[in-house]
């Protein structure tokens, strides 16, 4: 059944009143699963207003009684988890087991924000200084937006939601209008946990929704997470307007396979990381740096296993792969494919000739091997599932290999030897890193965000951070002298 997306402004569904956008297509099959409207600068004015107001009760409610309503969202959460992922799958095409795991992922930040009432909490000195007590205090600063993007629709919105209202703010969110049935979703409930009305809000829309809220005198601060470009114009935009900002950008990880490491697993654990959720990942290790001595063994171990991954409807049982999120991304990735072989990488296993559901926009798992460090499919992000094998000479070499990169989101290194593990985590320029794990996801009470091209602005998502991003610092002095 196709549904017709709203926006929820105040405690209400209502239409969004600009131009109709594209429809929302399940991947799999191109059927439309949803009809979505964009909102137009009065939408976004609407739910600015509404959150303002909602603020000035809110930011007074005490902190026990602003996270009830978060820990029913999180019991309504986890009730709805299939219903929710089965929504995912429908309009993103990630496999009902990887929709689960990212929705579980979204759900820690929930119940990471239950603690707020310790982890707000400020400092006290008696006696600072003669007769002197001092007081630091967090308090809330208003109205926050979130933009997000279209790979990860439930967990994303889920890294700022929860701690921006129960540190006391309004949030509106920005979902992709790529993949916007999960936040609806996730927003009704939302609705039906008992936020009071303006809380939480749900704007959908594209660039100008975007735009709408960054210039909104009413919006205190804005994160984003997407494409590199995007995350710089918004960073500077938002910057220019006063905003406090935090802009998650594109990525292009590399994981590093030691001359120790134990191949087998480090080739299981490179193949989840390249080609889980079709490779449109940003912890994603597209590129595998991989020491000589035991470069080929490694490249035919991961054909071998690659070509036993199963292309299917992300509904379907025994699924590996599921398509890619349309059929103009699809061939983008298709453009890298012929790229890296006019550039002349060697292709070990052609995605193009994979057994795979002739309707959607699927693409089997692509296989690089020789790979130039400097050739386009080592350095963009592409987005979908190619993996590129570059060769190192050894591990001084493979670590130059890493650094070399414009992005700096995440890396992981597989290896036997602690000298190794210890001159990666000192010298690799990624903010994310994982010894002998394929990908480094931080859980929720730890900060999540990359380095140089990789993010922009100094507070990263989830945890404390988000705590310091959705407050400031007062202090307190007093002085009560003896009479
Ligand atoms: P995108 O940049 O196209 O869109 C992201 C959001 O920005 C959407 O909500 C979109 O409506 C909005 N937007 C698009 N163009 C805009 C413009 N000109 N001005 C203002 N807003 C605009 O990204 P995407 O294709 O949805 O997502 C994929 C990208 O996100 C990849 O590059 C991926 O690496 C990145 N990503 C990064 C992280 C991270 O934590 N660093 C996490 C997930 C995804």
Known sequence: MTQELQNYIDGHWTPASGPAGEPVQNPANGETVATIEYSTPEDVNAAVQAGNS??????????????????????????????????????????????????????????????????????????????????????PLGVFAAVTPFNFPGMIPLWFLPY??????????????????????????????????????????????VNALIEHPGVE???????????????ESAAKHGKRVQAQGGAKNHIVVAESADLDFAAEQTLGSAFANTGQRCLANPVAVVESAIYDEFAELLVEKAREMTVADGLSDDVDMGPLISGPHRDNVLDYIETGVSEGAELLLDGREADVPTEGSFLGPTIFGGVDPDATIAREEIFGPVLALVEAEDFDHAIDLVNRSDFGNASS?????????????????????????????PMAFFH???????????????????????TDKAIYIERWPDA
């Open 221 to 235: 601060g804005v994160s984003f997470v997407g494409s590199t470009p995007v995350a710089k114009l918004v960073y």
């Open 54 to 139: 909602a603020f000035e009760e809110w930011r007074n409610t005490p902190v026990e009684q602003r996270i009830q309503p978060m820990f029913e969202l999180k019991n309504l959460l986890e009730e709805n988890q299939d219903e929710l992922a089965e929504a995912l799958v429908e309009e993103h095409g990630k496999t009902f087991k990887e929709a689960k795991g990212e929705l579980r992922r979204g759900i820690e930040n929930v119940e990471v924000a239950c603690g707020i009432p310790s982890m707000m909490q400020g400092g006290h000195l008696p006696n600072a200084a003669p007769e002197i007590d001092e007081t630091a205090v967090r308090k």
């Open 413 to 441: 290194l597989f290896t036997d030897r602690g000298s190794d593990a210890k001159r990666f985590r000192h010298e690799v320029e990624a903010g994310n890193l994982a010894v002998n794990a394929g990908t480094a996801a």
């Open 448 to 470: 999540f965000g990359g380095w140089k091209d990789s993010f922009f602005g100094d507070l990263h998502a989830q945890g404390e951070d988000m705590i310091h991003f959705y």
């Open 164 to 209: 921006a209202v129960a540190t006391g703010n309004a949030f509106i969110l920005k979902p992709s209008e790529k993949t916007p049935v999960t936040a609806q979703r996730i927003v009704e409930l939302v609705d039906e946990a008992g936020f009071p009305d303006g809380i939480i809000q749900l704007v959908n829309g594209d660039a100008d929704a």
